[in-house]
């Protein structure tokens, strides 16, 4: 959250105090999104920490000892936010790539748990291309319009 957002919830929390009703509106306003924002921080750092540890994880395991289930799969806050981040669209196709995927974890896991990560991990992707079901929406699922010449 930054300081411009900080100044004017301060500047409309003032204007609520006298009872104006478009700064109460404002107020909430901006508060509900300062909370969204916080939410989706707090989501991708939760889910860096689970990242960590997944790799951390497989350092340490013997060949075949991980699982699909062990693979910590990001929610939709947590993907925005990573996103947003600079240069996080790049570093999260690097992470979610099923080649670079299966290349850096796939000799931790048995063939039939390394089928179920490859699938989990192409959702992933397709959702980072906003075809999945994290980012499905009216606007990402409308099939484009061609442009007449």
């Known amino acids: 959250v930054g300081r411009s957002e900080r100044t004017a919830l301060e500047w409309y929390e003032k204007g609520a105090k006298f009872g104006n009703p478009k ?64 240069g996080g669209a790049r570093k999260m196709r690097m992470r979610w790539h099923p080649d670079k995927f299966t290349q850096r974890f796939g000799h931790k896991m048995s063939s039939t748990e390394l089928e179920a990560a490859v699938k989990k991990v192409n959702q992933v992707m397709g959702s980072l291309n906003k075809d999945g079901p994290l980012f499905a929406t009216p606007e990402s699922a409308a099939p484009l319009k061609k442009k007449s010449l």
């Open 23 to 86: 700064a109460k509106a404002k107020v909430a306003s901006i508060q509900d999104a300062v909370s969204q924002v916080e939410r989706r921080q707090t989501a991708a750092v939760m889910h860096q920490v689970a990242w960590d540890q997944f790799e951390e994880k497989a350092k340490s395991s013997a060949d075949g000892a991980l699982t699909a289930a062990d693979i910590p799969i990001p929610d939709a806050a947590a993907m925005a936010c990573m996103l947003e981040a600079e």
